[in-house]
C-alpha cells in the first residue's frame, strides 16, 4: 500500500482514484497505518458494518478456511462508465503489482 500511496500523482493523471476496501473497521485502519505502514493519503474504506456488504457483492469475501469472514487481497479498476475494466485476486501475503495496474489503467480510452 505505501507503494500506491507513493505514486498517487501518477494515479491521478490516468484519472484514477486509489481507495481501500476491507471488512476491518476504521478504528483498525487508523491502529494498522499508526503501527505498520504509515499514513496513507488516500481512502480506507471499512467494509464493518454491515459486515463484508462490499465485499460480498464483488465475490471477494473469504467464507471457508482457512480465514473465513475477511475479504480477498483483490484490485479493481472500474473504468467512468462504472463498469469493472480489471480485475485480479492476489494470494493474501502479496499485493497487487502497482505496474500492472498502471498498464491497465493505460489501456482505458482516455
Same mark, same amino acid.
Given at each position: ?14 484519472? &484514477? ?31 464493518? !458494518? ?7 457483492? !464483488? ?15 483483490? &484490485? ?35
Amino acid at each position: 500500500m505505501p507503494a500506491l500511496n507513493a505514486d498517487l500523482a501518477t494515479f491521478a493523471g490516468l484519472n &484514477a482514484q486509489v481507495l481501500d476496501i476491507s471488512v476491518d473497521s476504521v478504528s483498525s485502519h487508523i491502529a494498522w497505518q499508526k503501527k505498520e505502514i504509515g499514513m496513507m493519503e488516500f481512502p480506507l474504506c471499512a467494509d464493518f !458494518y454491515p459486515h463484508a456488504g462490499a465485499t460480498s457483492e !464483488y465475490g471477494i469475501l473469504r467464507v471457508a478456511p482457512p480465514v473465513p469472514g475477511i475479504s480477498e487481497r483483490a &484490485a479493481f479498476i472500474v473504468d467512468t462508465d462504472g463498469k469493472i475494466a480489471f480485475v485480479k485476486i492476489y494470494p493474501l501475503d502479496s499485493l497487487p503489482d502497482k505496474e500492472e495496474l498502471l498498464a491497465e489503467l493505460r489501456k482505458l480510452p482516455g
